[in-house]
């Protein structure tokens, strides 16, 4: 499995970027998403999760609300629609795949990553 992050760039607070992931094989047919977020000098954090199963989705409290996470199976690929962004969302934004479907908010349970790509929010 191999997952490509895009989308990341430079936004003032208040504003929306949508990250894609782009994932190689059957990965949305068996597999859970996610999303997570490493800020400098920090750990890589939970953002949101999808279910392979169902499609049902998980948000963490930070971004409920403002972020939506979504699929296309088609083209085999994860967005994440970032709205109302704040300075604090800055970080490298890291999409993930999980082959066992634990539907986990825990880097650990995660076995395939994307390269990550860059979300800046300046104030």
């Known amino acids: 499995v191999q997952l490509q992050a895009s989308g990341g760039g430079l936004v003032q607070a208040g504003g929306s970027l949508r990250l894609s992931c782009a994932a190689s094989?059957?990965?949305?047919?068996?597999?859970?998403m996610g999303w997570f977020r490493q800020a400098p000098g920090k750990e890589r954090e939970f953002v949101a999760v999808?279910?392979?199963?169902?499609?049902?989705?998980y948000s963490a409290d930070s971004v409920k609300g403002r972020f939506t996470i979504s699929r296309d199976i088609a083209l085999n690929t994860m967005y994440l629609q970032m709205n109302n962004l704040k300075p604090e969302d800055t970080a490298v934004y890291y999409c993930?795949?999980?082959?066992w479907g634990h539907g986990s908010s825990s880097v650990e349970d995660y076995d395939y990553w994307g390269q990550g790509t860059l979300v800046t929010v300046s104030s």
């Open positions: 993930a795949a999980d082959k």
């Open positions: 094989g059957r990965t949305f047919l068996s597999y859970d």
């Open positions: 999808l279910k392979w199963s169902g499609g049902s989705t």
